[in-house]
């Protein structure tokens, strides 16, 4: 059973596309950015020999192999690559309808445990204000880089939403998490909820 249906005409128009970077063992790689978020993307690229990674998953197709990131399986469930020919070309278009669907388990990397947390349990409240947290980064020692948006940024209550909230729920609901740490720039008060 293939991880992600990808059409006739896409695996014909990607083998063409492959064909022509002159690389030989050239495959194509799929993941998804932000996976389980609103935000999520998913991408295809091409994979040169050596820049698969070791814990990827792959699937030989006649034409090519294509890679999948491990972290990404999930959110790639039911996901359809096609090609369609038109006057200007044509266009290549994937469907990834669980790409933004929060999975999370045990095994989860804490980057998806915390995109969890922030768009179910986080968002939702700062909604309410015109406002939104994202994660940046996960530094060394479990660390979570935050960046606060639209009524959040430069709101004179930040520290308290951040500190009480947004922290407090995070730590909480993942002992895993070491601390939380707010990258935003907060001179910009324009959308502030507070000023």
């Known amino acids: 059973m293939s991880i992600v249906s990808i059409t006739e005409s896409a ?88 790409s933004r669907t929060p999975r999370i388990s045990e095994d989860s990397p804490l980057e998806d445990k915390v995109n969890y947390v922030l768009w179910n349990d986080i968002n939702p409240g700062l909604a309410s204000h015109g406002g939104e947290v994202s994660l940046i980064e996960i530094e060394e020692g479990n660390i979570a880089v935050l960046k606060f948006g639209g009524g959040c940024q430069g709101c004179s209550m930040l520290d308290v939403t951040l500190r009480d909230g947004v922290q407090a729920t995070l730590l909480e609901k993942l002992p895993e998490l070491k601390d939380v740490r707010d990258i935003t720039d907060h001179s910009d008060t324009s959308n502030a909820y507070y000023s």
Request: aromatic share 10%.
């Open 11 to 98: 695996r014909e128009y990607l083998g063409d596309l492959l064909a022509k970077q002159d690389t030989d063992g050239i495959s194509v790689r799929m993941f998804v950015l932000n996976p389980g978020t609103p935000e999520a993307e998913t991408c295809l690229s091409y994979c040169r020999p050596g820049e698969e990674k070791e814990e990827d998953e792959f699937e030989d197709l006649p034409e090519f192999r294509v890679y999948y990131e491990k972290r990404s399986v999930s959110f790639l469930e039911d996901a359809t690559v096609d090609y369609s020919a038109d006057q200007m070309g044509g266009q290549l278009t994937i469907r990834a309808p669980n």
